[in-house]
C-alpha cells in the first residue's frame, strides 16, 4: 500500500515546491500592466497591418482597456516602432566549414508621443537573442524552427515594450 502511494506523494509534494517558489507557466497572454487611461486610443506605427508583433502589442494593449485605433488623427497616443531588425550570425562552424551553430538578432527602437507630438515615453532600444544549431539534415525542419524562434522574439519583445510602457507612465 505504501509503494502505491509514493509516486503520489512524490507528485503532490512537488506540485506544492514549484507552488509555493512561484513558478508559472509561460502562456501567450500576460496579466494587465494597466496603462494608463489617457493613451487610448493609440495609434501604433511602423508595423504592417499583417505583422504578428503587432497583433500580440494590439492584444496587450487593449487587455488594459486601452483601445486601438487604425487612424492616425483619432489617436490621443502614437506607439512609433523605427529600425525594426533582424540578423544572424554563425557562431560554430565544424570541421567541413559548415555552420553548426547560429545566433539569431531581433531589435527595434520605440517611443511613445501624444497626439501633438509631444514625447511620453522617450526612444528606447528593444533586442532579443536566441541561438540554435544548424543540422546538416532536415534544412526544411531548420528552417520552421528559426521561423517559429523568430515569431516567438517578437512577442516577448511586444510584452518587453508594454511592460515598459507602464514604467515610463506610471
Known sequence: MIRKLT???ILLLSTLLL???GFQLRGTGAAAVNLPAYISPIHIEGLALNDDMRRVLI??????SVQVTEER???ASVLRI?????DSRILAIDAGGKAVESELFEGLQFDLVDSKGAVLVSQQ???????FINAEVLVLGKQEEEKSLRKGMRRDMARQLVVRLNSQLQ
Not at 59 to 64: E, G, Y
Not at 82 to 86: E, G, H, K, Y
Open 7 to 9: 509516486p503520489v506523494l
Open 19 to 21: 507552488q509555493a517558489c
Open 59 to 64: 492584444l496587450l494593449i487593449q487587455n488594459d
Open 73 to 75: 488623427g483619432e489617436a
Open 82 to 86: 523605427r529600425n525594426q531588425r533582424s
Open 125 to 131: 532600444n528593444l533586442a532579443s537573442t536566441r541561438s
